[in-house]
Structure formats: C-alpha cells, structure tokens
C-alpha cells in the first residue's frame, strides 16, 4: 500500500487554446476536469498500474464534493477528512507546443483542529503503508514546518516518507530527514537558492539536500529526464515523448519511481518512463501499462557533468 497526503488538494481544469495571447477571446480546442493535486495524481498513476493506494484528501465545500466524485471511478481509497472552506480550482492552459501556463489558486484556509484532524487521520491510516507521500503546496493557516512535523511523527512507524513540495515548506521539511525528495528545477534552485545548469550542478545541489537531512534525491528536468542521487550512486535517465501537456508529469514519475522500488537505476528508469508516458497525455492523465514505452528510455550509469539541464 501507498499512503499519499495531499495538503492543498484541487479540481484540475485543462483547458487547450491554439495560441495564448493575453487580453484576448480565445475558444478551446480541448479540455479536461480532472482530480489535482500532487498526491491525490501519484495515488491515480499507482492504482492505474495496478497498485494499491490510500489517499488522505482534506475536502470543503461543493469543490471538496465534486473532487470526492471525480475520484470515485479511480480504485483509490480516499480517506476523506471534510473542512469548512472549499477545495481551490486549479486552471493550466495548454498550448499546441505543449507550453503549459498554470494558473493555482492559493487554497483554502485550514482551521487549526482542521489541520490537526489532517495529520491524526494521516497517522491512522499507515500501518499497512510502505511509502507515505506528503505532495502539495501547503494552504493558508498551514505552517511550513507541517510536513517537517509530519516526519517526525512519522518516524517511530519505520515507514518511508516522500516529499514533493516547494518553497520554504521544502527546505524545512528536507532537515526532518525525508527518505526521499522530488524537486524539478525552479524547486531544486530555490532550495540551495541559486541557478542549476549542469548535471554536476544538479549533483552538487542534491548532495547539499542529502547533506542537510534527505535520504534520496530525485530531480526532475522536464524533457531532460531526471537525476537520482543516492547511496548507491548517482545516475541520469530521460525518455522521449510527444509532448502534449505536462500537468501532472513529476508526479507520475515519482508514482514510477515508488512502483519499481524506490531505489537504484531500474526505478529511476521506471520513472522517466512514466513521466514520458504522463506528458503525451492530455490534462493530468495518469499513464497505465499500455501508455508506458519502456524502449525510449535511456540510462546514464557515468552521468554526463557538463550537460546542460535547461530545456
Ligand atoms: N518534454 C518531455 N519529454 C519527455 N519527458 C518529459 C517531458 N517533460 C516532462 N517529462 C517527464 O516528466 C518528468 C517530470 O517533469 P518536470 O516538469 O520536471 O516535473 P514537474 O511536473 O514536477 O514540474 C520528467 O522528469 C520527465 O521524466
Ligand atoms: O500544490 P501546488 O504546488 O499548487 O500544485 C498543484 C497542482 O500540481 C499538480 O499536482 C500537477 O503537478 P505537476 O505538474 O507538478 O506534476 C496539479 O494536479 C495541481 O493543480
């Protein structure tokens, strides 16, 4: 079982436009309405490759009812811990060249017995887990040491824990000593604040992260793949795709990621693979099986230092 924990959860609408230009009319070509959020989107991509997963979903409002029904079709077993104000909608518009403009609402405000009812419903429901995902931007009211505190309440269970978050919710929660850590490159930068252009500089940065509490850290770099850097040793991956929409690509590489493992060059392999898969797909859609192209991934045991990471 993996037990995921989406703080900031949405109802995604993707909308698909010819060109965006600001200020004008524009009449979509395609759009889709989709559960959001990052882990409520690893949850979607584990249960739809057959695996078992457990979704804490903090839900308000008709919002919080229309996420609830939207992930009624998707296997997964919502734990659903009701608050007061409404689950915020989230809006990307996407473009021929798979340009993605996202538009994230800030969320809704939640309460302090709301926030403490989130982490008791969170603890309760991992004995059976073997990861727990805490993803997601952190709403109003949160403090940035919430998932920090969720580490360490976690820690007595021995089970895993994975963040994927941003801002100075990451840096906090990276010294609480997460086994794993998924930061793409605005996230990765803003934490050891300062520009990554190399792979030696994504390694350097990963390394200070390792240094300062994470167990793992696997970078996510858009068309250029991902980097894991761990104790076994460091490895570059990517697979082709056709891009179609992004929204939602980091998580499924991380769902891939956790699948094959969590751990070592197969898994990572797994996770590009995914990530690949996710971003041929319009909206968010969660790859399965059939949309998985294992051929066009490619791992680097003797990383590249000097290849660029910017697309
Ligand atoms: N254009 C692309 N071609 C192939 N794979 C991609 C492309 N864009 C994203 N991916 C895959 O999706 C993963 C996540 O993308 P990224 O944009 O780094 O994360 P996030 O969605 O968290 O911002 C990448 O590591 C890669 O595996
Ligand atoms: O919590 P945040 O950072 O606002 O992000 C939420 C958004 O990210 C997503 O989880 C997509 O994540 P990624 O594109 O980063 O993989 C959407 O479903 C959701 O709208």
Known sequence: MFVTLTANPSVD????????????????????????GKGINVARALVRNGHKARAVVPAGGAEGDQLISLLEDCDIDVVRVRTEKPVRSNIS????????TKLNEIGPRLSAQEIETVCDVLLANVADARWVVVAGSLPPGVG???????????????????VDTSGPAFRTSVKAGPALVKPNLDELEEA??????????????????RFLGAGKVLASLGSKGAVLVEDAGIWCANASAEPRSSVGAGDAMLAGFLAAGGSGPQALATAVAWGAAAVSLPGSTMPGPQDVEARRV????HPGWDEKVRE
């Open 192 to 209: 050891v604040d300062r520009r990554l252009d190399t792979v030696r500089d994504i390694v350097d940065a990963a390394q200070e992260l």
């Open 13 to 36: 609408r993707t909308v698909e436009v010819a060109r965006l230009t600001r200020g004008d009319l524009h009449r979509a070509t395609g759009a889709t309405l989709q559960p959001g």
């Open 144 to 162: 940035e040491d919430f998932y920090a505190a969720l580490i360490e309440r976690l820690a007595p269970t021995g089970v895993r824990v994975v």
């Open 298 to 301: 490619r791992v680097e045991p």
């Open 93 to 100: 518009i996407v473009e021929p060249d798979a340009t993605v």
